[in-house]
């Protein structure tokens, strides 16, 4: 899980080092010299994204399975002031982006969330983050 300051602008994706094996790296270049691939970048996107299609089905399983919340989620103050009216906490699982708004303060944070799982990118003030500090698994 990348984690980012609410200041900063968010993320629509993130850096990937990869280590190629040499033979394995002459023959990409040689795939992005005959014009298969604009460059590597394009063909480590392809890949990945094909890859994502054949796993597609065990990634909709698993979504369902652990009640991931797919793409971005936005928690508001007054989304989390009604979570602690109603005398509960939320479980925050997504599989992309989730982002606490920046008028969330570090008290309601913690009364209104039990725990943070995020796949992706996690953006939230920095106070708010700092006292979930011992509820977000990565």
Do not use: C, W
Not at 1 to 22: A, E, I, W
Not at 52 to 67: C, F, M, N, S
């Amino acid at each position: 899980m990348k984690l980012v300051t609410s200041q900063q602008k968010l993320p629509d994706s993130d850096k990937v080092t990869v280590n190629v094996g040499l033979v394995d790296l002459a023959q990409l270049d040689l795939l992005v010299d005959e014009g298969f691939y604009s460059n590597r970048t394009d063909f480590v996107r392809t890949a990945i994204r094909n890859l994502l299609q054949v796993h597609a089905e065990t990634i909709r399983q698993t979504v369902v399975r652990k009640r991931y919340v797919m793409g971005m989620h936005r928690y508001s103050r007054r989304e989390l002031e009604q979570v602690v009216a109603s005398g509960q906490q939320l479980d925050i699982q997504v599989l992309g982006l989730a982002v606490i708004e920046d008028d969330v303060d570090a008290e309601l944070a913690r009364a209104a969330i039990a725990s943070v799982q995020v796949l992706g990118a996690f953006v939230a003030p920095p106070a708010a983050r700092e006292a979930l500090a011992d509820r977000i698994h990565t």
